[in-house]
């Protein structure tokens, strides 16, 4: 395929803002799209050249760009670094050039997914002296042979800021329209989706796909199965190891009494929910381990005391067992907040000095493969068994989650303020015969947290400061998602220090800066990239956020560097909390 092709694909979705819409551009560019480039497709319709848990990077700042577009047009680097500043996006600006130098040149090589996929791809692995000249190069031969359009999109890919408003769920619903012609089409002209099945067969459909999404991660693997043999495919997406899965996650409840009546007036297992950060760990032989967080990135070096732990503490050759690493105080034993160990995390220096200053504990919760056999089918009881018979327990090293398995809510409140006691974020409630299911709002697992729960949300704005505060940021536009689109929800300034402490606003500006989409005077535009968690008073009625919501007296607590964009609440969860802010607990 031509990658004209998809560069036309890209405009198109970037002129409109419809999802439906979107979601149609999307499936009649994937028809057409043989099986020798789906795989590239797939990757590159995300802005991506990698599945999302593949670690590698392609690493290209705007300034090798810059160099790369001056080799190729013969502008001056000084010129380009002014007119981006000016339009602040360097697609818009490598288009006008590239167009400009089409002119003056006569012949050049059409561009292929392919060719573009294998360029890019090749920067994330160049190392060692000359590399910054190498990856000049390959950049400047794709910018040779472009259009004026596939410029644009080949320079927002390298920068990894593709403007073009596609998410996970688009994605997704146009591999089904693309493949399911049968069972869905579009009316363009009333903007509504039409089915040839009943809801619950298309439901069933996309739970389907989203299913096999959440095994693989990959939407390479769904979209080349789909191609083959449809549904039949996607059973062969398997678990494996050292390719993480998309974790269960729990829905918020606000009483013990709701647990009942959603789980049913049954036995349930209840757990301490902790204010760790979620590991999933993968053994792959001996002294062989991947740890990996909620957001599927690679944490292993970060946490490489914990392998001796493993080895000594588990009974299996292999596994991929779900866990909470939960910091402790190495003096009192007692259990520190995630804001403590948090930035382990990203540290890339000092690491062994890191572990010691900030201790974790693995708390084991679940578990979803064993020696090979996948037993993510198995009920919530069985695998909690099998979690009991690999792991030998020593605290302060590996331990299984404390729990409680009952139908007596006086019991289960008790187990709620002796949590909560402990400084544990509350109870997690989980059905006894659910299977292990990825992704959200898949029902069988709930948590029980305080009602006035903080919020995770993306910062999608910023203000430049005044006085001792000019290079740097003083206040940052907090937004929330309804489905492909952030909302925004407040603006936020404090819980962010001048100095002694990881969030600061001199750090919070420095991890920001390379996501500046635009700027208007002081404020600039933001690609969501930085999650965090916010607490606030309470939630009002606003006309001045598109949200409809704002937040009273917010305060950043902590950057979550275990979540994604796509963990952020949504606008589902704001209005909940709004109306409910004022009930009891229990």
């Given amino acids: 395929m031509d990658y004209l092709e998809l560069a036309r694909c890209y405009d198109d979705l970037e002129k409109t803002s419809k999802r439906l819409e979107k979601t149609e551009i999307l499936a009649a560019l994937i028809k057409k799209t043989t099986k020798d480039s789906l795989r590239e497709l797939a990757y590159l319709l995300r802005g991506r050249v990698f599945p999302i848990y593949d670690e590698r990077k392609i690493g290209v700042s705007s300034k090798i760009a810059i160099k790369a577009l001056a080799q190729t047009t013969g502008v001056s680097p000084e010129k380009i670094e002014n007119l981006f500043k000016k339009k602040g996006d360097l697609g818009i600006v490598a288009e006008e050039l590239i167009k400009e130098n089409k002119q003056s040149k006569l012949t050049s090589q059409r561009l292929t997914v392919k060719k573009v996929f294998e360029n890019i791809s090749k920067l994330a692995d160049m190392q060692g002296a000359g590399t910054v000249n190498r990856r000049i190069q390959l950049i400047s031969e794709l910018f040779s042979n472009a259009t004026p359009l596939e410029a644009k999109y080949i320079t927002r890919t390298l920068l990894e800021i593709l403007r073009i408003g596609v998410a996970e769920g688009t994605i997704r619903d146009s591999l089904i329209w693309a493949f399911f012609p049968d069972r869905v089409s579009y009316d363009k002209e009333k903007e509504e989706i039409i089915l040839k099945c009943s809801r619950e ?55 013990i009494k709701e647990a009942y009546d959603e789980l049913g007036d049954e036995e349930i297992l209840w757990e301490y929910k902790l204010d760790g950060f979620r590991g999933q760990i993968h053994k792959i032989g001996k002294n062989k381990y991947k740890i990996y967080t909620r957001r599927l990135e690679d944490v292993t070096n970060q946490f490489k005391e914990l392998i001796p732990v493993l080895e000594k503490h588990t009974n299996a050759d292999s596994y991929i067992i779900d ?63 099998l979690v009991k018979k690999i792991i030998k327990p020593e605290k302060q090293k590996i331990i299984i989650t404390k729990a409680l398995i009952t139908k007596d809510k006086k019991k289960v409140e008790e187990f709620y303020k002796e949590s909560l006691k402990m400084g544990n974020e509350g109870l997690m409630a989980k059905k006894l015969d659910k299977e292990y299911l990825p992704g959200r709002h898949v029902k069988g697992w709930l948590k029980l947290k305080p009602i006035k729960e903080p919020l995770d949300l993306a910062i999608t704005g910023a203000q430049w400061g005044e006085g001792k505060r000019t290079s740097m940021f003083s206040s940052f536009i907090l937004s929330c998602k309804e489905k492909d689109k952030f909302l925004e929800i407040g603006r936020v300034g404090t819980g962010i220090k001048e100095k002694d402490s990881e969030l600061t606003f001199v750090s919070l500006t420095k991890m920001l800066k390379p996501n500046i989409i635009k700027e208007k005077g002081s404020v600039v535009e933001l690609k969501p990239k930085i999650v965090v968690e916010v607490n606030y008073e309470e939630i009002q009625r606003s006309p001045t956020y598109n949200s409809g919501y704002a937040l009273r007296f917010p305060r950043v607590t902590r950057i979550r560097y275990d979540k994604s964009i796509n963990d952020i609440n949504n606008i589902d969860d704001v209005k909940r909390i709004y109306n409910k802010q004022n009930k009891s607990l229990i």
């Fill in 323 to 385: 866990t909470e690493l939960m910091g402790y105080d190495p003096k009192t034993k007692r259990p520190r907040p995630f804001q403590s160990i948090s930035q382990r995390i990203k540290r890339k220096h000092n690491i062994e000095e890191m572990a010691k200053k900030f201790p974790v504990e693995i708390n084991v919760f679940d578990i979803m493969l064993l020696n090979g056999k996948n037993l993510m089918d198995l009920k919530q009881t069985e695998r909690r068994n």
């Fill in 201 to 255: 067969e298309y439901n069933e459909l996309v739970e389907k796909v989203q299913h096999a999404y959440n095994l693989s991660n990959d939407f390479g693997d769904v979209a080349l199965s789909l191609k083959e043999n449809g549904l039949s495919s996607l059973g062969k997406i398997k678990i494996g190891l050292e390719k993480p899965i998309n974790p269960m996650l729990a829905i918020k409840i606000d009483t």
